[in-house]
């Protein structure tokens, strides 16, 4: 909260103290603006309970790991789909779209005889391309993204038995791919990553309070700023303790301690991403457009450029979502990309708190999201439950998270917010 009083020589600007801010943080959430709130409050107390049933195997060194390796696919899609719901948009077609990268990727590989450094990027490129076709027929033709990604949804699996000749099952030797979401780092380099991205955090946040001080502008206090350091220092080095810990079954055989690799890909793409949306003229357009397309279309803002490249986005963090998917398991096969893929994707953002409407949501909000679908998931397969309570489960997660935005929403509205 800041509060502005006249004086003879002008308007003076009292700067927000901790106390002020907080308070203005209460009064934000009090007036529906809830962000990650409900997620964090529901991963804890789901943390809490699988904790407490199974204490010796969810909370081991070993089940955190595999944590991140099982969540990588549905995260990555996530993050994808927070750029389409942002529009208001929705894509059905992320799922397969994902499969059918990985399986390009896959018979590159394989088939083609071509090395990762071609194979990959050949893979992202088909995310891309499927993404603008889709963005096209929804922004130039008008055609409601439901129907399109629908019909997507259908013909990708068609193309994706196609890929695999009738539905077979190809099998990457490449070691570099099965690394991806499956390898880990070594513990020296575990902790320089953990090191290096907090000090790289805390700069970025110290530059920006700078910044905005010498320009005279709002910032916040100097104290949230440092909390918000501490905190995320904590949280990663306790993250990197426990991945640093032995969690192998057998250490006679082989040992296996260090950070999945797959931990800094995900950080990586937070960043990039979160960078686009809150620091760049394009992500200020993709919130405009979501608010109130007719008032971003009236201010010069590329409405269809800007439709078009939300849908590429979402298949290009598809495509890697298969790409990880195949080397979790080493092969591809019909089903990958399918199942609760799709069901799942969509559920970690709108849980995480990205708004079903538009207009609302961050990158944050599908990692955070996707940690609660995992939790769900491994924790109750850890409990011995069958796939019909899960399925139960997840989807009352989901419809409560989706009854908090409408709410949330309403008392927004109610309050002027």
């Known amino acids: 909260m800041t509060i502005i009083t006249k004086t003879a020589g ?34 804890l107390a789901l943390v809490l309970i699988f904790g407490t049933a199974r204490s010796e195997t969810f909370l081991s060194a070993l089940n955190f790991a595999n944590l991140f390796n099982q969540g990588a696919q549905i995260v990555f899609i996530a993050m994808g789909l927070v750029f389409v719901l942002l529009l208001g948009e929705i ?9 059918v990268c990985g399986a390009v990727m896959t018979i590159a590989l394989t088939t083609h005889g071509l090395p990762w450094t071609v194979a990959i990027p050949v893979a992202m490129l088909t995310g891309v ?28 699996q068609g193309v994706l038995l196609t890929l695999l000749e009738g539905g077979k099952n190809i099998s990457i ?3 570099f791919v099965k690394s991806l979401n499956n390898g880990t780092l070594s513990v020296t380099w575990s902790w320089i990553v953990a090191v290096v991205g907090v000090g790289g955090f805390a700069v970025a946040q110290l530059l920006r309070w700078r910044g905005r001080i010498s320009r005279g502008l709002i910032a916040d206090p100097l104290g949230i700023v ?13 993250a990197t303790y426990v991945l ?14 260090g950070t999945p690799i797959v931990v800094p890909i995900i950080a990586v793409f937070l960043v990039l991403w979160t960078f686009v949306l809150g620091r760049t003229s394009y992500g200020r357009h993709v919130y405009a457009v979501g608010g109130n397309t007719e008032a971003a279309r009236r201010a010069g803002i590329p409405v269809d450029r800007i439709r078009i490249s939300v849908f590429a986005i979402a298949s290009f963090m598809a495509s890697i979502g298969g790409i990880l998917a195949v080397s979790k398991v080493s092969s591809v096969d019909p089903n990958t990309g399918g199942s609760n893929i799709l069901l799942y994707s969509v559920g970690a953002a709108v849980i995480g708190g990205t708004s079903l409407f538009g207009g609302r949501g961050k990158i944050i909000y599908a990692v955070i999201g996707g940690a609660v679908i995992a939790v769900i998931e491994n924790g109750m397969t850890l409990m011995g439950l069958n796939s019909g309570v899960k399925f139960i489960f997840t989807g009352l997660v989901l419809l409560a998270a989706a009854s908090v935005d409408a709410l949330a929403r309403r008392r927004a509205a109610a309050t002027g917010t």
């Not at 894509?91 to 499969?99: H, V, W």
């Not at 440092?226 to 306790?238: E, K, T």
């Open 10 to 43: 002008g308007i003076q600007v009292v700067k927000p103290t901790v106390s002020s801010h907080i308070r203005d943080y209460w009064a934000r959430v009090r007036g529906g603006d809830l962000g990650t709130l409900p997620a964090v409050l529901g991963l």
């Open 91 to 99: 894509d059905l077609s992320a799922g397969f779209a994902s499969g």
């Open 129 to 156: 391309v499927i993404g603008v076709v889709l963005g096209t027929l929804v922004a130039k033709l008008g055609i409601p993204s439901f129907v399109v990604t629908l019909a997507a949804f259908l013909g990708f």
């Open 173 to 175: 030797n490449d070691g």
């Open 226 to 238: 440092v909390a918000r350091i501490v905190g995320l220092a904590a949280l990663a080095f306790a």
């Open 244 to 257: 640093t810990l032995e969690r192998a079954v057998n250490v006679v055989i082989t040992s296996l301690k």
